[in-house]
């Protein structure tokens, strides 16, 4: 759950028998997290297969171990880190990350900066919005209005206020460029008139991002 927040795809295996199966069935996986305590085939020998099948791999071990002799063993079948449990999401994030730069040293996983609001991503540095992970091409002024309304979600934000944040306040057309910016955006995004409403019309004020809670 907190994986799909930050923005990641993920597999889920209950077992490393089904963990094996689904990175030989869908082989563009970059990181495993690969839990010790495996109900059949061990973590250990789950490991082992992956990085002599998959040698790019990134994999992270899980453990409730914290003897030093389950670190060794780990590394030792082809972990490239591991993560003593109980450990907090923010932990595990944070080494998700490192790993991923260090197999991807040009490029970046997640910007630190990133404005997450499930099921959407906001990327500032990058100019990137992104859904479930997958990327939705936005004009200049589109991405401009979305940073503004995500920055400040659930808050009703007057269109004379985002028009003149986005076009600036010496721009002397009408309001109605907003709306027809709003309509662009939320097809873009897939909102329908039915399913969940992310970008609400205020009605006689302005436009909010509603916050979409599971």
């Given at each position: 759950?907190?994986?799909?927040?930050?923005?990641?795809?993920?597999?889920?295996?209950?077992?490393?028998?089904?963990?094996?199966?689904?990175?030989?069935?869908?082989?563009?996986?970059?990181?495993?997290?690969?839990?010790?305590?495996?109900?059949?085939?061990?973590?250990?020998?789950?490991?082992?297969?992956?990085?002599?099948?998959?040698?790019?791999?990134?994999?992270?071990?899980?453990?409730?171990?914290?003897?030093?002799?389950?670190?060794?063993?780990?590394?030792?079948?082809?972990?490239?880190?591991?993560?003593?449990?109980?450990?907090?999401?923010?932990?595990?994030?944070?080494?998700?990350?490192?790993?991923?730069r260090r197999m991807y040293p040009g490029?970046?996983?997640?910007q630190e900066n990133s404005i997450q609001?499930?099921?959407?991503?906001?990327?500032?540095?990058?100019?990137?919005?992104?859904?479930?992970?997958?990327?939705?091409?936005?004009?200049?002024?589109?991405?401009?209005?979305?940073?503004?309304?995500?920055?400040?979600?659930?808050?009703?934000?007057?269109?004379?206020?985002?028009?003149?944040?986005?076009?600036?306040?010496?721009?002397?057309?009408?309001?109605?460029?907003?709306?027809?910016?709003?309509?662009?955006?939320?097809?873009?995004?897939?909102?329908?008139?039915?399913?969940?409403?992310?970008?609400?019309?205020?009605?006689?004020?302005?436009?909010?991002?509603?916050?979409?809670?599971?």
């Open positions: 759950m907190n994986l799909r927040r930050a923005g990641f795809e993920v597999t889920e295996a209950a077992t490393g028998e089904a963990a094996l199966a689904a990175a030989r069935g869908q082989r563009d996986f970059d990181i495993a997290i690969l839990d010790l305590m495996l109900p059949g085939i061990s973590g250990f020998e789950v490991c082992a297969l992956l990085r002599r099948e998959f040698p790019r791999l990134g994999i992270i071990m899980l453990t409730a171990k914290s003897q030093e002799i389950d670190k060794v063993m780990g590394l030792d079948s082809g972990a490239d880190d591991y993560v003593i449990k109980p450990f907090s999401p923010v932990e595990l994030l944070a080494r998700v990350r490192s790993l991923y490029e970046a996983v997640l609001l499930p099921p959407f991503t906001l990327m500032p540095d990058e100019r990137k919005l992104l859904k479930d992970g997958v990327e939705i091409a936005l004009t200049p002024t589109e991405f401009s209005i979305v940073k503004l309304l995500m920055e400040q979600p659930n808050k009703a934000v007057n269109r004379d206020d985002i028009l003149t944040s986005v076009w600036g306040q010496y721009f002397m057309g009408e309001l109605k460029i907003v709306d027809v910016n709003i309509s662009r955006i939320r097809q873009k995004i897939g909102q329908g008139a039915t399913g969940p409403q992310y970008l609400e019309t205020v009605w006689g004020f302005g436009y909010l991002w509603r916050v979409q809670h599971c």
